[in-house]
């Protein structure tokens, strides 16, 4: 399983960034994506995840209702749409795959792909 996450970049307060990630080799037993973010000096958190087969989505307390998460139909693609970003979303993102339908601990995923930067100024 590979997972290629990407389009990171820098915005102001209030703007928007839209994050990807192609994932490749995904077995039969992979029914649910997820993205998690790490800030300097911190854990790293859960953000959003997305069932791959049904398409129910669960979000993390700070970015629910400004985070829409999303996949394509042939389930290679999945999205972060990222809007009111504030500088606390300053971390690095990272898109991970697994079998845990609503999970949100780092267990429950067990692939994941390289991080790409968000960083939000105010």
């Known amino acids: 399983v590979q997972l290629q996450a990407s389009w990171g970049g820098s915005v102001q307060a209030g703007g928007s960034l839209r994050l990807s990630c192609a994932a490749a080799g995904l077995n039969l037993n992979i029914n649910v994506m997820g993205w998690f973010r790490q800030a300097p000096g911190k854990d790293r958190e859960f953000v959003a995840g997305i069932g791959l087969n049904s398409g129910c989505s669960w979000y993390g307390d700070p970015v629910k209702g400004r985070f829409t998460i999303s996949k394509d139909k042939p389930k290679t693609m999945v999205y972060l749409q990222m809007n009111s970003l504030k500088p606390e979303d300053t971390a690095d993102y990272y898109c991970?795959?697994?079998?845990?339908?609503?999970?949100?601990?780092?267990?429950?995923?067990?692939?994941w792909g390289q991080g790409t930067e968000v960083t939000v100024s105010s």
């Open positions: 991970a795959a697994g079998v845990v339908f609503w999970g949100r601990r780092r267990d429950d995923y067990n692939y």
